[in-house]
């Protein structure tokens, strides 16, 4: 099995995922961050065709799917500016 298969495999788990999240909570938006948000369009496309297989077509055209745009850096980001805000 190579990289290209695992990212498939796990690119159609986390579209089923977020398909059942968005039937449950009907986002505006679904941001992808961290880690994820670095492997770009290696993994968003797969993702997305994914998530259009899973999603109740209700909640496929208003939603919009995105990496976040701080990346793997959000949380440093967030603690810092919550320990300047505590002083």
């Known amino acids: ?7 498939e495999r796990g690119a159609d788990r986390l579209g089923a995922t977020l398909a059942t ?6 986002p505006d938006v679904l941001l992808i961050g961290g880690g994820l948000s670095e492997a770009g369009e290696a993994l968003m496309t797969p993702l ?8 109740l077509p209700s909640h ?7 990496r976040a745009a701080l ?3 959000a949380g440093a980001i967030g603690a810092a500016l919550r320990a300047a805000e505590s002083r």
């Open 1 to 7: 099995e190579d990289r290209g298969d695992r990212r």
């Open 21 to 26: 999240v968005t039937a449950i909570l009907n």
């Open 48 to 55: 997305g065709a994914a998530f259009e297989c899973y999603a």
């Open 60 to 66: 496929r055209a208003p939603l919009r799917l995105a």
């Open 71 to 73: 990346g793997e850096r």
